[in-house]
């Protein structure tokens, strides 16, 4: 059989009762993907399943790629029928799970696999979603979250959460969006059933940032602007959060994500108006400041080019009549 390139890693954390048709359903929808995609011959996706040992440590109990070394690019934590984790049993989980982080891995859950992201503390501050049975339990226990149990997916850059149960298709499909591309993305939800073309329009042109480049002050930067990128916030401030000289700064973050850091806190911002622009009726002016534009001129050009639309196209286009409350 001939071998083919792996675009990534995609693991599955398993604990206590956690969704044995999330886990399984998962690994097959993406084994589906990879089977398309070398069909056209593009990479494919290594999938596998991480428990936690009675001594702590955690290693792969499942791996489509077993010889081969490296790290997970990103980590989905399931649901389960009994309910979501406690404080207690959710522990250990988070703190192996905010090490990968920190090594560059994106976060993912589906359900109450969501109070395992939270337990980490990587939620405070940011909108994510579970099932809208636990979602009160969840904004409970953790007030910092901007909990939204109206929306199936909820994608900001570095942590992905999806809602009820069955809400790992949706899941399923971003992560072969990004790691595979639309094409593939649309393939896989035709096998499956899923109507791909209604989630391929919610991730018009997603930023999916570079995580897994290996520059630690870099990633530190790329983390540290996912909750300040609305803020004034200069070359000097980024390079300072890095612990780096201006210009070591910019050339180390050009080779880590491929953009200017200029142009990442454009893509950031861009990515913050977009959801405003689709869940608000606040004015475009009014986005622009919100999301960290003092110039309403400059954020339409700058919006325009990255997105193709101008913001009043794109509102015309995806608005979706539900009025999203976003703090300002």
Same mark, same amino acid.
């Given at each position: 059989? #001939? ?7 995609? *693991? ?9 048709? #999330? ?26 399943? =991480? ?99 109206? /929306? ?15 809400? =790992? ?15 593939? #993305? ?37 983390? =540290? ?12 401030? #980024? ?20 953009? /200017? ?10 990515? /913050? ?15 622009? =400041? ?21 913001? *009043? ?16």
């Amino acid at each position: 059989m #001939m071998a083919h390139d792996v675009a990534a890693e995609i *693991g599955v954390v398993l604990y206590e009762r956690c969704q044995a048709a #999330m886990i399984h359903g998962m690994t097959d929808l993406l084994s589906v993907a990879s089977t398309f995609s070398a069909d056209r011959g593009g990479p494919v996706v290594r999938v596998s399943h =991480w428990s936690r040992a009675v001594d702590g440590t955690f290693s792969r109990t499942f791996d489509t790629h077993s010889a081969r070394p490296g790290q997970p690019s990103v980590l989905v934590v399931p649901g389960r029928l009994a309910g979501p984790p406690g404080a207690a049993e959710a522990a250990p989980y988070a703190r192996w799970l905010l090490d990968r982080h920190a090594q560059g891995a994106t976060l993912a859950s589906n359900c109450g696999g969501a109070f395992l992201l939270a337990a980490t503390g990587l939620l405070a501050g940011r909108r994510a979603t579970t099932h809208w049975l636990f979602a009160d339990q969840l904004q409970e226990r953790f007030p910092e979250i901007l909990v939204d149990a109206d /929306k199936i997916v909820i994608e900001d850059g570095d942590i992905i959460t999806a809602a009820g149960l069955m809400a =790992w298709t949706d899941l399923g499909l971003r992560l072969v969006d990004r790691v595979l591309g639309p094409t593939i #993305m649309m393939e896989t939800g035709k096998f499956w059933l899923i109507d791909p073309a209604g989630r391929e329009q919610r991730h018009f042109s997603s930023f999916a940032p570079r995580l897994t480049h290996g520059d630690e002050p870099i990633l530190k930067v790329q983390h =540290w602007l996912q909750t300040r990128a609305v803020r004034h916030l200069s070359l000097g401030d #980024m390079a300072t959060e890095a612990q780096l000289e201006e210009r070591t700064f910019q050339r180390r973050f050009k080779a880590a994500t491929g953009l /200017k850091p200029i142009e990442y806190v454009q893509h950031l911002r861009v990515g /913050k108006a977009r959801e405003l622009l689709e869940f608000t009726r606040r004015t475009v002016d009014q986005i622009a =400041w919100s999301v960290g534009y003092e110039d309403p001129a400059a954020f339409r050009r700058v919006f325009n080019r990255i997105q193709g639309l101008t913001p *009043g196209e794109y509102r015309t286009r995806f608005f979706s009549g539900a009025e999203l409350r976003i703090p300002a």
